[in-house]
């Protein structure tokens, strides 16, 4: 048998912790006989809910973490002081070589800063982004960055870029993915200054497919595989998708609902709409890969429910399994030192 | 009679230029009996279409422009060296006061350069935002800034807000409108450097109704009526709106049409779908005024049909009925100055 891939996983964050987060570490279980999971938490709260479920215990660990990072809590204070906490506790065994990859749904900043100073960066990278898939029409997109860093330089967008087409082609498949700078119109002299510092530098960079600047409006159509921004603009664009989906998505349901006949009409389209809007759910793609660490950390929305939780274990397995760490190390440090 | 508002319409600019412009300006003339229309363009090509219409011979004049600037051309170029065209000549009239507003479905660019060389700023006005409206689950809010001058200070933030609140109050109706500073969490120090210098400025300004931080996840829901963000970013929001928009709906409808039950369901919920929808239809409000100018200039989307340049024209008729400009005055001139 191969070696197993290591998954720590914060059983005590986001909304539905730790219900849902033993249900989707378990449903991962099952779907990949590669996995070893590691449950960081309260021991007796993660012993309740595993009762409830068959599994091989052999790929299970139990590692008691007597403190939360609460979603509130200053992220730089929470990860210094809460040395017990599941968010600290899970990413030492990153750090140290017990896990190769961390999975939560806890408190963003503190997975955000907690991956920077306790996991540690690549040699070389700059700034380690986060970076959604988000849905389009065709499949869906590498949204890089969105992270807590905002403020960036042309030479991070750079890095952005080679580091997220190196995840589009070899975690999700896209052969050679296509890159777009985030701008606010097409032609080239478009935008602030830190996209026109950006714009040559993609250009002229023999790594990735850079097809020139993308508007945010062609971005849900599928125009571009890996959507490059600074992380400010990232988490508008991801935000006003979220938004937007879910105020017109509940408009279009209170509007099948106001007469008899719409009525009638709606139970004979949900089957369908509901197939279709599948593909356009986020929680079908995991959460968001923070890339440029030593080891992976993925962070999922708050809300995730055991889907989303297991998808973004299961994300886990590509990672090693396609040596995404040697290949960005590959892309950055050896290129960026010739 | 009261004094007719007087409306330049750039008849040569956008999409369905100029048919549909003049059937927009037709309809508004109609609507509204307190316009004069002056149209702008190939005076030939505005006589054609005119001659499919019956109206007040006495309120529509035809100024004749021979040039077109296109959409593509380098804005202060085109406005520099094409002096007989439309815009340069629709401008040129509401400068020289025989206009008091303008509406234009042409390039942007050259719309937004226009309206500050030729138009001009009001006195101690720093930078004049382009202000479109964005449907929400509750009504509309104002976008506000989406223009071309990318990088902005503090300063024309909370100068934004000011002339944002003005409009809604007393464009739109809306009493003590409530403004949002758009940032990535709600929290006062989340953000970057340019929001931060803001948020205590808009806290600090006895003018307007603010209420702090709004996520973008949160803006199509209507948390509040005036959205303040720097232009690069506002674009980004606004073009994520109209692409989300647009593919989701198209998904749904292709959801609809799967199968023989969903379709014979999508023929009934259709009406009252439609109806919903509407209220999110862009082109229900009209085109983004450009404030702080020395007379109004609407900018309507490139692919504007007649009812949008209806819905513009007539918002240039509240505009001045309710002195918007001298409002944006005492708000920004006397307030600053004393």
């Known amino acids: 048998m191969s070696e197993l891939v290591n998954v720590a996983v914060d059983a005590m964050g986001g909304d539905y912790a730790p219900d849902e987060i033993v249900k989707g570490a378990m449903e991962a279980l099952r779907e990949s006989e590669k996995l070893k999971i590691f449950l960081v938490g309260k021991e007796e709260l993660i012993q309740q809910q595993l009762q409830k479920y068959e599994y091989d215990k052999s790929r299970v660990e139990i590692v008691n973490a007597t403190e939360v990072i609460e979603m509130g809590e200053p992220p730089v204070n929470a990860i210094r002081k809460k040395k017990d ?51 389009t029409a065709t499949g869906a997109a590498l949204l890089i960055d969105c992270g807590a860093n905002v403020d960036a330089r042309a030479s991070h967008l750079l890095q952005f870029a080679k580091m997220g087409s190196v995840y589009m082609e070899h975690v999700m498949g896209v052969p050679n993915p296509t890159v777009g700078l985030l701008n606010i119109g097409a032609e080239e002299d478009k935008g602030n200054a830190l996209v026109k510092e950006t714009y040559p530098l993609l250009q002229n960079c023999p790594d990735i497919n850079f097809v020139g600047n993308v ?124």
Chains 1, 2 share one sequence.
């Open 85 to 135: 906490s599941s968010i600290v506790k899970a990413m030492g065994m990153v750090k140290s070589g017990t896990c190769d990859a961390y999975v939560s749904a806890g408190s963003t900043g503190a997975n955000l800063v907690g991956g920077q100073v306790l996991v540690g960066r690549i040699k070389g990278v700059e700034r380690p982004p986060l970076a959604p898939l988000i849905p």
């Open 215 to 338: 508007e945010a409006r062609d971005v849900p159509a599928g125009a571009v595989d890996v959507v490059v921004c600074e992380a400010f603009v990232g988490n508008i664009l991801l935000k006003t998708y979220e938004g937007v989906g879910a105020t017109l998505l509940s408009q279009v349901k209170a509007g099948m609902m106001t007469s008899l006949r719409s009525k009638i009409g709606a139970l004979l389209v949900k089957p369908a709409l509901k197939k279709t809007l599948k593909k356009f759910d986020i929680e079908q793609y995991g959460g968001a890969p923070m890339l440029g660490l030593n080891g992976l950390v993925v962070k999922t929305h708050g809300s995730s429910k055991a889907v989303e939780i297991k998808n973004s274990i299961l994300q886990c397995v590509l990672f090693k399994e396609q040596k995404i760490n040697d290949k960005i190390r590959e892309k950055i440090v050896i290129k960026d030192e010739q």
